[in-house]
């Protein structure tokens, strides 16, 4: 089993910045690679970025709407901690943001991918 915790969430202005944090504990040496989904109201859940769990590579969503530019996905491998810093926010950015393990899935970029999710931080941008 692995277990994540998601912090760093809350409320912030248009045009400001937070930084979200991925603690994973339990089995975390069954990791292959950590993602970000979000999920605003009434939505699909959706890939914001992804990386290895070495760290050395990492994805992230390129869709018109996407966050891409935006953030930055990163990790503490003595921490065990992966973190998705986020720049320029916007209200359309406003979601749960979840983080999730992949436990050696080939793909990155669906829900599907991965096998433990986060409980989820939301994140409010207001305008």
């Known amino acids: 089993q692995v277990q994540l915790a998601e912090s760093g969430g809350g409320l912030v202005q248009a045009g400001g910045s937070l930084r979200l944090s991925c603690a994973a504990s339990?089995?975390?040496?069954?990791?292959?690679?950590m993602g970000w989904f979000r999920q605003a109201a009434g939505k699909e859940r959706e890939f914001v970025a992804a990386i290895s769990w070495s760290g050395g590579s990492t994805a992230y969503a390129d869709s018109v709407n996407s966050v891409k530019g935006r953030v930055t996905i990163s990790k503490d491998n003595a921490k065990n901690t992966v973190y998705l810093q986020m720049n320029s926010l916007k209200p359309e950015d406003t979601a749960v943001y979840y983080c999730a393990a992949n436990i050696g899935r080939q793909g990155w970029t669906m829900g599907f991918h991965y096998d433990y999710w986060g409980q989820g931080t939301q994140i409010t941008v207001s305008s």
């Open positions: 339990g089995r975390t040496f069954s990791i292959y690679a």
